[in-house]
């Protein structure tokens, strides 16, 4: 399974509208992942990162679980939001964030899809 990149574009815009630049740049950073704040636009900041992603059909899903984490919202339905927003765009890889009050996981049919970062 490789992400369409419509479906990345989709990802990359809802993450910049629910995170400001520093948040998106310590989350990559955290998983190794290099990110060019020259690019200014956030999406853009976050196409970038998955370009230089070496395993995108894990590394992505990854991603996408640290930024659902509960942690990082004080408002539980602005996570909620956020996370329908992702599984709208994800609908079109089959795939869909389930969130517990601890954590979030990317399955694709049922079945959560392994996490390693990089």
Not at 17 to 43: C, G, M, S, Y
Not at 80 to 99: C, D, G, M, V
Request: proline share 5%; hydrophobic share 45%.
């Amino acid at each position: 399974m490789s992400f369409n990149a419509v479906v990345k574009e989709k990802i990359a815009r809802t993450i910049g509208d629910f995170f400001t630049t520093n948040q998106i740049v310590n989350v990559f950073n955290d998983a190794n992942i290099p990110t060019n704040r020259e690019l200014f636009a956030k999406w853009r900041i976050i196409l970038d990162a998955f370009s230089k992603m070496s395993d995108q059909e894990a590394a992505i899903p990854h991603i996408l679980s640290v930024f659902c984490h509960p942690l990082n919202f004080q408002e539980p339905q602005y996570r909620s939001s956020f996370i329908e927003k992702l599984n709208a765009a994800l609908a079109y890889e089959n795939l869909e964030i389930k969130a517990t009050d601890r954590s979030a996981k990317v399955f694709s049919g049922g079945i959560p899809i392994n996490l390693s970062p990089s």
